[in-house]
């Protein structure tokens, strides 16, 4: 079984090298337009932008190294299907499923690369990226901001933003965290920022929403006003902004931690649930995705190569879809955020299984 091993494993490592390089810089030219934005309108220099490019490749990798493992199971046994080397194993007497066992063992492997990359090197990615274009000057107040982050950059306010499209900010939340008193909580439908002139002050704008107000009778009592515009004066701390890590640049442990910060003082903690069982979750993908891609390679012939990868792509497609449908629902507390960052697992594995047993009983 160990040349038969060794033999599995060259066929998929160039496939998996190939298919990864290629995945990473398919997604990284999309990048690049954005990129040259910065440079050409906003005066960003070219070297802070190559660096930021740059710092793309590893956290593009946290999503093309799956599909390259589905790719790779894809080609390469669909490659000795194809020239019948499957039926002379299993004319030998050797089960299909002793040819998952290599390949299992190094998904397993892969997918604790997947989750150093989820856990350490995308966040320290995003967080280098964030201090290079904070390096670069600019004012804009938007640029601390980040959807899906509790952001507490402004004075006493925690922000939190679930949608940008340039200076208009939607689905905005905003906590006003009291020792001893009963977090104040403004929510409004669309907001965007109001310079004021001369002053190292911010004015949000807030349009069609409600605001906690204190009752006279009982100030740790709040009732519900509602506004259809109103604005909040915010003092600038440029020193906490620098300091201040989006969701995206923490670790797991830290992204951990701050959950139970924002437990504390009474906030719901639903956007980082989400993404803290979405790095999980996604550092599981390769192993499913080669479960997924093993049952159609096996029974490929000469004809069918073409029509099993495109199959590959329409099972990675729906689960990083459904994966990111999840993501919002979770963070907006539609159902258990645990539980629905694990659907797309749960439904992944559930078909992979299926097949392979189907495959298993042929």
């Not at 946290?62 to 390469?76: F, Q």
């Not at 902004?241 to 640049?249: D, G, N």
């Not at 955020?337 to 047993?357: C, E, K, Q, Y």
């Amino acid at each position: 079984m160990r040349i038969l091993r060794n033999y599995i494993l060259r066929e998929c490592l160039q496939p998996f090298t190939l298919s990864l390089s290629v995945l990473t810089s398919v997604f990284l030219l999309g990048y690049l337009p954005q990129l040259a934005n910065k440079v050409i309108n906003d005066g960003v220099s070219l070297t802070a932008m190559s660096q930021v490019f740059l710092y793309y490749i590893p956290i593009l990798l946290g999503y093309t190294m799956p599909i390259a493992c589905l790719i790779t199971v894809i080609l390469a046994l669909g490659h000795m299907s194809a020239e019948n080397e499957i039926l002379a194993m299993r004319a030998s007497g050797i089960h299909l499923l002793r040819l998952l066992v290599p390949l299992t063992v190094v998904g397993i492997a892969l997918c604790l690369v997947v989750y150093l990359l989820n856990d350490r090197i995308i966040p320290e990615a995003y967080d280098a990226q964030t201090r290079i274009l904070q390096e670069t000057g600019s004012q804009d107040p938007s640029a601390m901001l980040e959807p899906g982050s509790f952001i507490n950059a402004f004075d006493k306010y925690i922000i939190f933003i679930y949608r940008m499209d340039n200076d208009l900010l939607y689905g905005v939340r905003i906590y006003e965290p009291a020792p001893g008193k009963p977090t104040k909580t403004i929510i409004a439908e669309q907001g965007e920022f109001v310079h004021v002139p001369g002053k190292d002050e911010l004015m949000l704008k807030l349009i069609d929403g409600t605001s906690d107000e204190p009752d006279l009778s009982n100030p740790n009592n709040f009732y519900k006003l509602n506004f259809q515009t109103s604005f909040i004066r915010m003092d600038l701390s440029k020193k906490k902004a620098s300091t201040e890590k989006k969701s995206k640049a923490m670790t797991l442990r830290e992204l951990h931690n701050k959950i139970k910060t924002l437990r504390r003082m009474s906030i719901d903690p639903s956007p980082l649930i989400a993404e803290y069982h979405r790095r999980l979750a996604w550092s599981l993908s390769p192993l499913i995705f080669i479960f997924l891609g093993f049952p159609f390679a096996a029974i490929t012939n000469r004809r069918a190569k073409s029509a099993n990868l495109l199959y590959a792509l329409l099972f990675a497609a729906p689960y990083y879809i459904l994966s990111l449908a999840c993501q919002g629902m979770a963070s907006q507390n539609v159902l258990n955020p645990i539980l629905l960052m694990w659907v797309p697992n749960g439904v992944a594995l559930a078909v992979a299984i299926f097949f392979n047993w189907k495959l298993c009983t042929r």
